[in-house]
Nanobody, 114 residues
Framework: QEQLVESGGGLVQPGGSLRLSCAASGFTFSAYAMRWYRQVPGKERELVAGISSTGGINSYADSVKGRFTISRDNAKSTLYLRMNSLKSEDTAVYYC???????WGLGTQVTVSS
């Protein structure tokens, strides 16, 4: 069964850091580009970052550029999102997505608050 499982969310103070992980299973992870999205209640899901299948090409939303880093370990079938200098407006549920498989995880909550 194809599956994406996010972890690593939590409560962090403004200016803090978190690293999200997304464990993939049931498909050839290394063959697919991956993305991180986030969503706040009442708003559309927002693309945060994307990475190519080999990890050589990354892209970021302007709102997170310079603060977030997307990466992957194909040997571990795991996608990561390192988030630094977190702001209150980064509070959201974060989802990983495999567009080539039309596959979403269930999400992990990130709350930035003092």
């Amino acid at each position: 069964q194809e599956q994406l499982v996010e972890s690593g969310g939590g409560l962090v103070q403004p200016g803090g850091s978190l690293r999200l992980s997304c464990a993939a299973s049931g498909f050839t992870f290394s063959a697919y580009a991956m993305r991180w999205y986030r969503q706040v209640p009442g708003k559309e899901r927002e693309l945060v970052a994307g990475i190519s299948s080999t990890g050589g090409i990354n892209s970021y939303a302007d709102s997170v550029k310079g603060r977030f880093t997307i990466s992957r370990d194909n040997a571990k079938s795991t996608l990561y999102l390192r988030m630094n200098s977190l702001k209150s407006e980064d509070t959201a549920v974060y989802y990983c997505h495999a567009p080539g498989r039309s596959l979403w995880g269930l999400g992990t909550q990130v709350t930035v608050s003092s």
